[in-house]
């Protein structure tokens, strides 16, 4: 069976190479960063889990691709993209255990099977096995470049936990009187960031030699990362159990602030909001499967799941827009290609 990722690439001819030669690339030396230690049983072979799972691989492809369309051979961006991914597997096993989620691509959630206070040991290491090729940097880049791509990593780091503080504050105190605005506020911080922002802004510093404004890749990568992450709530809602890899309806057990559950909560009834509070505030175990059915037929009467589907073509349409003004005077390359495949490719995957 293909790749979910390699699924839903007839965007471009070259867009699964690209995906599936830079993912590789990235994998390849990454396990390198994972030493072969003690305690083994307890961290380090733990430590190999998540990345061992697979995974789409985009946020490094993303990065290696950015620099290449702007110059730099593929070597150059590797560690970056390693130290990326890293990072990325480290906050999926901390983002697991704050929303008590249960499956992580396909499998039990490391916290499920070793328990909190070991997963959250092997999170911690991660993040700081991601420090290393990040100083490695120094041989390949120098010692400014380097520097200049940890203090990025520093506010990406900074800018996701603030993202996910949002999210975890509202659902400990039920805020549930949010707007759009809100939730695309917490998805530019918890999701953007790593997913968009930061590999491009690093991959186009690395591409010109720090000869670029990285911000000018905020309003691309904010666009992007929001119609990733409103198609992966909708994937939650409505994807293929398998191609998905985690556990389907999970968003509304968990109570997160999707698009749709404020869309919902705009559009419900005095007494159908009141239930749905009711509900949210109550743990997660103490959610039952009558009570995400209900979520889900109200979901499908007032239209919320139709609106976030054309929330995330909107989005994916100011993507696209913002692409030509940042790469649309590069030469033509099949990383230019790649990266303009993007926007179609994130609300096209299942």
Not at 13 to 41: G, I, K, N, Q
Not at 272 to 295: F, I
Request: proline letters at 5%.
């Amino acid at each position: 069976m293909a790749h979910p990722a390699e699924a839903a690439t007839s965007t471009s001819p070259d867009f699964a190479s690209v995906l599936h030669r830079y993912r590789e690339a990235t994998r390849a030396r990454l396990f390198r960063y994972l030493p072969r230690a003690e305690p083994r049983e307890y961290l380090y072979d733990l430590a190999a889990d998540y990345p061992s799972r697979g995974g789409r691989g985009f946020r490094p492809s993303l990065c290696i691709a950015t620099a290449r369309a702007f110059g730099a051979p593929p070597e150059a961006a590797l560690c970056t993209a390693v130290s990326i991914e890293l990072i990325h597997n480290a906050m999926l096993i901390h983002d697991d255990i704050e929303d008590e989620s249960e499956e992580r691509r396909g499998s039990p959630a490391l916290h499920v099977r070793e328990g909190v206070p070991i997963a959250l040991n092997v999170g911690d290491m991660l993040s700081l096995l991601a420090m290393r090729p990040l100083l490695d940097n120094q041989a390949v880049l120098g010692p400014w470049m380097s520097l200049r791509i940890l203090e990025e990593t520093e506010r990406m780091a900074r800018e996701s936990a603030e993202g996910q503080a949002l999210e975890l504050g509202w659902r400990r105190d039920n805020v549930w009187d949010l707007g759009d605005a809100d939730y695309l506020t917490m998805v530019l911080k918890k999701t953007c960031w790593l997913a968009t922002i930061h590999p491009m802004r690093v991959g186009a510093l690395i591409g010109t030699r720090g000869r670029i404004d990285p911000d000018r890749f905020v309003r691309f990568g904010f666009f992007l990362g929001a119609a990733f992450q409103v198609q992966d709530d909708l994937l939650n809602l409505q994807g293929d159990p398998e191609a998905y890899g985690k556990e389907l309806d999970g968003d509304i057990l968990e109570g997160k602030r999707t698009l749709m559950l404020i869309h919902l909560f705009e559009c419900a009834s005095d007494s159908e909001k009141q239930r749905l509070a009711e509900m949210l505030g109550r743990e997660r175990h103490e959610r039952s499967a009558d009570d995400v059915r209900w979520v889900r037929d109200l979901m499908d009467r007032y239209g919320s799941i139709t609106y976030a589907r054309e929330a995330a073509h909107g989005l994916a349409g100011a993507a696209r827009y913002e692409f030509e003004q940042i790469f649309g005077g590069l030469p033509d390359s099949p990383d230019k290609r790649f990266i303009e495949a993007l926007p179609e490719w994130v609300i096209r995957r299942t």
